[in-house]
T-cell receptor
Framework: DADVTQTPRNRITKTGKRIMLECSQTKGHDRMYWYRQDPGLGLRLIYYSFDVKDINKGEISDGYSVSRQAQAKFSLSLESAIPNQTALYFC????????????FGEGSRLTVL | KNQVEQSPQSLIILEGKNCTLQCNYTVSPFSNLRWYKQDTGRGPVSLTIMTFSENTKSNGRYTATLDADTKQSSLHITASQLSDSASYIC?????????????????FGQGTILTVHP
């Protein structure tokens, strides 16, 4: 089983619908992240959390919200999906400290029609 | 603004050939630079990390170099294999990040898409 698991892996939805992407990890890491990847733009940070009570906005948080339900679970919500939120979404984890490696999930491909 | 620029954007080579991918950064102060490999449809996986004091580091057929003076890093792949086909992403955090204050300031390059043909 993967250390960082994302569900669903693929989702097609319509404009205006509420969508939740879920992430769970078995690595025991405190830090969790949600990234968005678009062709030619690289990975961009949506939200990050250093522990259950610490949640921070990234560079592109507008239109998104998150919930850290437990150390191992970090969910991303799109309250009212729009077509330009069509992208590949990645959850990642890390340990604290300098130069820490990010461990990514397999990704969730979201299409908003 | 901290930036990470990778070149080329894409590269096609024949199996068995060597290739070199480039990463130029303006992130300052500098702490380290990490190369990730991302297979199609998968999440990125770390290949290697270069710290300020390191010039060269190898991981099997992958060799990374760092020139902190010119703010350039390269990833050299020797004797390419079909499985090397992937996107290679360069990531640089700022020095103050090294204190663990925030992962939110990682700067990602846009990646180089490598295709290895038989």
């Amino acid at each position: 089983d993967a250390d960082v698991t994302q569900t669903p892996r693929n989702r097609i939805t319509k404009t205006g619908k509420r969508i939740m992407l879920e992430c769970s990890q078995t690595k025991g890491h405190d830090r969790m992240y949600w990234y968005r990847q678009d062709p030619g733009l690289g990975l961009r940070l949506i939200y990050y959390s250093f522990d259950v009570k610490d949640i921070n906005k990234g560079e592109i948080s507008d239109g998104y919200s998150v919930s850290r339900q437990a150390q191992a679970k970090f969910s991303l919500s799109l309250e009212s999906a729009i077509p330009n939120q069509t992208a590949l979404y990645f959850c990642a984890t890390s340990v604290s400290g300098a130069g820490g490696e990010l461990f990514f999930g397999e990704g969730s491909r979201l299409t908003v029609l | 603004k901290n930036q990470v620029e990778q070149s080329p954007q894409s590269l096609i080579i024949l199996e068995g050939k060597n290739c070199t991918l480039q990463c130029n950064y303006t992130v300052s102060p500098f702490s380290n630079l990490r190369w990730y490999k991302q297979d199609t449809g998968r999440g990125p996986v770390s290949l290697t990390i270069m710290t300020f004091s390191e010039n060269t580091k190898s991981n099997g057929r992958y060799t990374a170099t760092l020139d902190a003076d010119t703010k350039q890093s390269s990833l050299h792949i020797t004797a390419s294999q079909l499985s090397d086909s992937a996107s290679y992403i360069c990531v640089v955090p700022p020095l103050w990040y090294a204190g663990g204050t925030s992962y939110g300031k990682l700067t990602f390059g846009q990646g180089t898409i490598l295709t290895v043909h038989p």
